[in-house]
Each structure stands twice: as C-alpha cells, then as structure tokens.
C-alpha cells in the first residue's frame, strides 16, 4: 500500500515537475509547480514529517508560488522570451544527462535500506518544535534577521523609481 | 531497488530525478521566472533528500533544516524577483539573454 501511495505520488511530482520546465508560459509553469509541490508535501507526510508537510503547502505552495505568480502577471509580456537556448542545446543537454548519470551511479550502487521502525510521536509539531526552539534556538533568532533584511533589501530594490523631484524621496 | 517496501532508496531516486529536472529547467530556459521557479524545485529535492535521511537514521535534526531552507528560499525569492522586477522596468523583458551589464 505504501509502495503504491510512493510511486503515484512520486509519478506525478515527476510529470508535473516535466511539465512545469517545458510550459513556455511562466504562469502556466507556477500552476503546474504547485501541483508538483502538492505531491512532494504527500511524499513528506509519507516520510513521517506531517509538520513539514503541512509548511511545504503553507509556504511553498502557497506563499512563496503566489508570490512568484503576483512577480509573472505583474510582468506580463511573455512572448518576447525565447523558449530556450538554440545552438547550446546538444551541450547542455550532455552536461544534464552525465549529471544524471553521475547522481544515478552514486545511490544505485548501495544495498537496499529500509526504514526503520520509529514511534507515533516522530514528526509531530512537538518534536520538532523542542528541536528548533531549543537546540536550535540561535539559528532560529538568526533566520528572522535573514528574512527582516530581506524584505527591507526586497522593498529597497523593487521601489517605484523617481519620478519627479522630491517625490519618492520624501516618502519612502 | 524495485523492492515491495519503500526504502531510502527510493526517496534518492526520485529526489535525483527532480534535481535534475530543476538543473535542466535553469540552464535549458531562458525565461527568468522560468529559472527561479525550477531553482524552488531543486530546493524541493533537497528537501526530499533531507527528509528521507532523517526519517531513515530516526532523528528531528533534519526536520529543522528543512525549516531553515524554507526560510532561506522565501528569502531568496523576495530578493530575486525584486531585483527582476527592476530589470523589467529597465529592459522591458525578462529573457536572461538580454541582461549583459549590472549598471547603465
């Protein structure tokens, strides 16, 4: 049952995750990453990290998707791009495939592991939470500056350019 | 590897596959928000990774890193898609081809 649950899942991540980098459109392409992400979470809760899970939705597919979603339709225009790198193609796609090759090679060549037995309480908010807000606490504190000086850097760049003289220079 | 139980090589297995899916997203495209978005999804794969080797040694640890790229990626994505926005409004297109120069 586990295994069937693993390969439809993990099936579909890989489809959506194909059909996200082929879409020329970038909105269609974040549609189909959060159907990607949506599976990957299913795959997380198969691995016992129910807390994780529920973050990847929250964030991932939804905070940080609907961002990148707000960024493609305020852009607009996705015409003018060019689908992909025409003379390079047999190029990169070498470097692809010897890194698959590669990444294959090195997980393949091992026995069989499974997954130990583990108690109800793994991956509950309890657990982890003991983790990152004891052991991990500093980490965490740091992580808040990460994201504050982020925004502050992300509203610095992206600020309506001046217009006029002692307009946006006041009220910034 | 095709084995009836699931095992931690499995997970490795898909995770490789999605990595590579995103590696081939960034540098087949040309599409900016194209490139981010299969960079989230390597992040994901990671993520995968992490999870699987937490999950197989029994231990949270995992866990909380995978908190910490969530973090990280939000973070990334809020500075990367700004500094795009700019670009946008300064070349009017987000085809990574066209950007040359830092400063003009």
Same mark, same amino acid.
């Given at each position: 049952?586990?295994a069937l ?9 890989v489809?959506?995750?194909? #059909? ?6 970038a /909105?269609?392409?974040? =549609?189909? &990453? ?7 979470a ?5 691995l016992?990290? +129910?807390?994780? *899970? ?7 597919? %939804?905070?940080?998707?609907? =961002? ?11 015409r003018? !791009?060019?689908?992909n790198?025409? @003379? ?6 070498? !470097?692809?495939?010897?890194l698959?090759?590669?990444? &294959?090679m ?7 592991? %499974? ?18 807000? !004891?052991?991990? #606490?500093?980490l965490?504190?740091?992580? %808040?500056? &990460?994201?504050?000086?982020? $925004?502050?850097g992300? $509203? ?5 350019? @001046?217009? %006029? #003289? ?7 | ?14 995770? /490789? ?11 087949? @495209? ?21 999870l699987?080797?937490? @999950?197989?040694?029994?231990d949270?640890?995992?866990? $909380?890193?995978? &908190? ?9 994505? *809020? !500075?990367?898609?700004?500094?795009? /926005?700019?670009?946008?409004?300064k ?6 081809d066209?950007?040359? +120069?830092?400063?003009?």
């Amino acid at each position: 049952m586990e295994a069937l649950f693993f390969y439809l899942f993990g099936g579909l991540a890989v489809i959506t995750a194909l #059909v996200t980098i082929t879409r020329r459109d970038a /909105v269609t392409s974040a =549609f189909w &990453l959060i159907a990607c992400f949506l599976n990957v979470a299913a795959l997380f809760a198969m691995l016992s990290a +129910q807390f994780i *899970a529920v973050m990847q939705i929250l964030i991932y597919a %939804g905070a940080i998707m609907v =961002f990148f979603l707000f960024v493609t339709m305020f852009l607009g225009e996705p015409r003018r !791009v060019r689908l992909n790198r025409g @003379r390079a193609i047999p190029l990169i796609s070498t !470097v692809t495939v010897l890194l698959l090759a590669y990444l &294959l090679m090195r997980i393949t060549n091992t026995q069989h592991r %499974g997954f130990p037995s583990i108690s109800d309480s793994y991956g509950s908010v309890a657990m982890v939470s003991r983790k990152l807000l !004891v052991d991990y #606490v500093f980490l965490f504190e740091v992580t %808040g500056l &990460l994201l504050l000086v982020a $925004v502050i850097g992300a $509203v610095y760049v992206a600020r309506k350019p @001046r217009t %006029g #003289v002692g307009e946006g220079e006041g009220h910034v | 590897m095709f084995d009836a139980s699931v095992g931690l090589n499995h997970y490795l297995l898909l995770s /490789v596959l999605l990595f590579v899916i995103g590696v081939a997203g960034v540098i087949f @495209r040309r599409n900016a928000i194209i490139m981010f978005m299969s960079i989230e999804l390597m992040l994901t794969s990671v993520n995968l990774t992490i999870l699987a080797y937490s @999950r197989y040694l029994g231990d949270h640890t995992g866990h $909380v890193l995978v &908190l910490f790229v969530f973090a990280v990626a939000a973070a990334e994505a *809020a !500075v990367g898609l700004a500094i795009l /926005v700019e670009l946008f409004r300064k070349r009017d297109t987000v085809d990574v081809d066209r950007f040359r +120069q830092l400063m003009e």
